[in-house]
């Protein structure tokens, strides 16, 4: 199998899985469900309330009747009866059958039945006269071939019972008005689920749609194309977020492919001069191009160029360790790492002829933070000052504390910054003018290395350049504070 079908195949897999069809499917499921549970429920419900409602219509008209006919029937008279019970018949929707106490049929209402010796099963005429009302669905013995309701009363004639009074009616005109209404669920239950469906579909379609486009665009983010965005969503709300934080992930990856190509183009450009001077002096000792006379000159130069390239390979190494090294804040001693960073640069300040005025608290001032890095910071900084201080001038490094915040300052004598050159000051191998003049060491590090230790330490760092007097000012936080 191809690289190509390898990947198509768990593709054509996830799209069986769809949001639409999952939504959809889910949808229905529950409807589905929701309908059969209610549509059980109500036919329950309606069953048993109109069996009932009918059995007691039934009863009454049965004992509407076994009074009518009670006379006769004590008297033996069937005459009298036959009307009575044909009478009853014509304005109900019953059948009613007189029976003696043995259950045997004396007459019917049912012209169907005129001419047949019918008897009760006996089961049923011993309940009826024992005061045990039936009411059943049966077929009474095989006297009827389809099952009917059947309603049994006693017939009492003064004080005893004389027979038994039997409404029935066929089943079918109660299962009728059920067909009619399951014919109403089914087409109710259609309706709404068609209707579930299409809303169904439309949410799913409309969810999926921008997880869709989503996903194209990080396709092309993988072909490296970081112009696309997401266009707007009013709704849903976390689609709209999604899409919001989608587009804010798509600037930064789209900031960090530019700074990644500027840092790979100021790299290539400050590793391209100290190597093209180590090559070009190279070839021409080689070469006899320089004389020996003059050779020991261009071997120092070399020489200079090789450490650069190595402080300035160093110093990347540096900051990439920096950028991936886990915090280790903890109470430390401020003064103290000011003082260390003092001595570490007194000879680098001596050659340069500057005076030293320090502000540092005779006590302690505890800050929290991580010793090695903050430390670096002050060097930095106070490497930075030496360098670009005007020769006999004055160096300041000073401490104050506030509003919990620990504020080292850190000042010298010389050029004006430009204001418009302040905000570059923290960039990768940013160097001012004076600095590629005059200052050969510089890589053009040092202060980005600044700004990234105070980042981490969620930190702020100021600076201000006036009449020859520039000022980097950064905070601690004091711990405890």
């Known amino acids: 199998m191809s690289e190509r079908e390898k990947k198509a195949k768990p593709t054509r897999l996830m799209r069986g899985r769809t949001i639409y069809w999952q939504n959809f499917l889910l949808t229905a499921g529950v409807v589905l469900l929701t309908l059969v549970l209610l549509g059980a429920s109500f036919f329950a419900l309606s069953y048993n309330y109109t069996r009932n409602q009918r059995e007691a219509d039934m009863r009454t008209k049965a004992g509407v009747v076994a009074r009518m006919v009670s006379a006769y029937v004590a008297g033996g008279s069937l005459s009298g009866m036959r009307e009575l019970a044909t009478f009853a018949a014509s304005v109900t929707d019953e059948d009613f059958l007189i029976c003696n106490l043995a259950g045997n049929v004396l007459l019917t209402s049912d012209t169907s039945l005129e001419g047949l010796v019918l008897t009760l099963p006996e089961g049923m005429t011993q309940e009826i006269l024992g005061g045990n009302d039936s009411y059943e669905r049966t077929t009474l013995g095989d006297i009827y071939k389809s099952k009917h309701f ?14 038994i009074v039997l409404a029935v009616t066929e089943a079918r005109t109660l299962t009728a008005m059920w067909r009619g209404f399951f014919g109403m669920f089914l087409m109710t239950s259609a309706t709404v689920l068609l209707l579930a469906f299409v809303v169904s579909a439309w949410l799913s379609i409309r969810q999926s749609r921008p997880i869709s486009e989503m996903a194209e665009a990080t396709r092309r983010f993988a072909e490296g ?4 965005r997401m266009r707007g969503y009013d709704s849903p709300a976390e689609i709209a977020e999604l899409a919001v934080s989608f587009n804010n992930m798509a600037d930064s990856l789209q900031e960090t492919e530019r700074q ?5 183009a100021n790299v290539s450009h400050e590793l391209k001069t100290p190597m093209t001077t180590i090559a070009g002096y190279t070839d021409g000792i080689l070469d006899g191009t320089i004389p020996p006379e003059e050779q020991e000159q261009y071997l120092h130069i070399i020489s200079d160029e090789s450490r650069r390239l190595s402080r ?24 103290e ?32 933070g991580d010793n090695d890095l903050i430390t670096q910071v002050i060097y930095n900084l106070l490497e930075n000052a030496t ?22 300052s850190v000042r010298n004598e010389g050029d004006t910054i430009p204001a418009d050159e302040i905000p570059l000051l923290f960039e990768r191998f940013h160097k001012s003018d004076k600095s590629r003049s005059e200052d050969k060491d510089g890589v053009g590090l040092g202060l980005y290395v600044v700004r990234t230790i105070l980042d981490q330490h969620k930190e702020r760092i100021a600076v201000s350049s006036e009449d020859g007097v520039t000022t980097f000012t950064f905070t601690v936080s004091l711990a405890g504070g």
Do not use: W
Request: charged residues 25%; proline residues 3%.
């Open 387 to 408: 360098k670009f201080a005007r020769a006999g001038s004055t160096l300041y490094l000073g401490l104050a504390v506030s509003n919990g915040k620990a504020f080292v």
């Open 150 to 163: 059947a309603v049994g009363v006693p017939i009492e004639s003064m004080g005893q019972i004389v027979g």
């Open 337 to 368: 790492s000011m003082r260390r960073v003092l001595i570490s640069m007194e000879k680098k300040i001596t050659d340069r002829g500057l005076d030293v005025d320090a502000n540092i608290p005779d006590g302690s001032v505890t800050v929290l």
């Open 312 to 335: 300035l390979v160093r110093r990347m190494l540096d900051i990439s360790r920096l950028q991936s090294r886990e915090l280790h804040k903890v109470p430390f001693d401020l003064c």
């Open 260 to 264: 990644r190509r500027e840092f790979i």
């Open 225 to 228: 194309n970081f112009d696309v």
